[in-house]
């Protein structure tokens, strides 16, 4: 079992690049949210979920890491 946390609350609205490769905090370690930072290794946690886009947007992604549509918030934080 990973030692995987909630790195917050909200979610976080990012600006998004394409083509760009982004590393999403799965483990809600990182201090970089909604970012990986690299702190899974020493605490545990999960690796981050690599993602790109296939065109610049702005999307709000989770923090609490309970979504079910990871990078991407879905409303779960509310539970
Ligand atoms: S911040 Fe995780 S589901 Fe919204």
């Known amino acids: 079992m990973k030692n995987n946390i909630r790195g917050g609350n909200a979610p976080i609205a990012c600006q998004l690049e394409v083509d760009k490769n982004y590393a999403w905090c799965s483990c809600g370690h990182s201090t970089d949210q909604p970012f990986c930072n690299g702190n899974h290794k020493k605490a545990g946690g999960s690796p981050p979920i690599i993602f790109c886009v296939e065109e610049t947007k702005e ?17 779960s934080h509310n539970n």
Not at 61 to 75: A, F, H, V
Request: hydrophobic letters at 10%; a neutral charge; glycine letters at 6%.
């Open 59 to 75: 999307a709000y992604l989770c923090t609490c890491k309970q979504t079910n549509n990871p990078p991407y918030c879905d409303g």
